[in-house]
């Protein structure tokens, strides 16, 4: 534990709303958390699960914006796992983490169902050299896609809803898993500048719900010259969510 903590970083997020200790060279937070975060309709006195929670950002960021939520986390990696524990001490937030592999049965939490679960996955199938055997784990998919999404999905419960951010290539199938289970899909692409491909998509919707497919505009998150939009500044220094930023 000394040595974990000698080897991490405090940072603030959300414009010091969060103070989190990650590691110093391992796995660090990318605004891919943030957003994700942000998308989550959370409503105070609900849970949150977050599948692979790493330091405990997402539901942090969720924490930051809705109060007296219960959030669990699930990550495989225990170093990261108690750094989300004690971020979640550190941040006064009602934050309980499983060491757990999903690929197996979590018997912490069986039987047990959420009102909203959120996803930053594994990206990449194969990646290049890192910097250390954390960030190649954190990175790289080692549990199929359906299988990852099919743990979520049998722990939300009825309306609740499913956020996943994910790389555009992987929107197909996504949306071929989430086929028939859950209703009121919004594809939400989330655009580097204005008139540029997006690098990432997020993906929500509603279990049990018979509402139809929506293609939501997006958010753009810079201006041309690099400074954030807006929006974004909104999002990212002030904890907003999507949906209350475009009101």
């Known amino acids: 534990m000394e040595k974990m903590m000698q080897d991490t ?3 603030d997020f959300l414009g010091g709303l969060i103070k989190l200790k990650q590691p110093k060279i391992g796995y660090r937070v990318t605004s891919d958390a ?3 975060a942000a998308a989550v309709p959370a409503e105070s006195n609900e849970t949150i699960l977050d599948v692979g929670c790493a330091s405990g950002i997402v539901g942090l960021c969720i924490g930051a914006r809705v109060p007296n939520i219960q959030i669990t986390g699930v990550e495989i990696q225990s170093e990261l796992a108690e750094l989300a524990r004690q971020n979640g001490v550190l941040n006064n937030q009602n934050l309980t983490v499983v060491d757990a ?4 049965r979590v018997k912490e939490l069986h039987g047990i169902q959420f009102h909203h679960i959120v996803t930053n996955p594994p990206f990449y199938t194969e990646t290049p050299a890192r910097q250390s055997q954390q960030v190649e784990t954190a990175y790289k998919q080692v549990v199929p896609l359906t299988k990852w999404i099919d743990f979520c999905l049998r722990h939300l419960r009825a309306k609740g809803t499913f956020t996943i951010i994910h790389r555009p290539e992987s929107v197909p199938e996504i949306l ?3 086929n ?5 899909i919004r594809l ?3 655009w580097p500048k204005q008139g540029v491909q997006p690098k990432r998509i997020i993906i929500q919707g509603i279990m049990n719900s018979k509402k139809p497919f929506e293609i939501h505009p997006g958010f753009v998150m810079h201006h041309h010259d690099d400074t954030r939009t807006e929006q974004a500044e909104h999002i990212m220094r002030e904890g907003i969510s999507l949906w209350d930023v475009q009101k």
């Open 9 to 11: 970083t405090l940072d």
């Open 188 to 190: 939400i692409p989330i």
């Open 176 to 178: 071929s898993i989430l």
């Open 34 to 36: 943030v957003m994700v």
């Open 101 to 104: 592999d999903i690929s197996k």
């Open 180 to 184: 028939g289970r859950l209703g009121a």
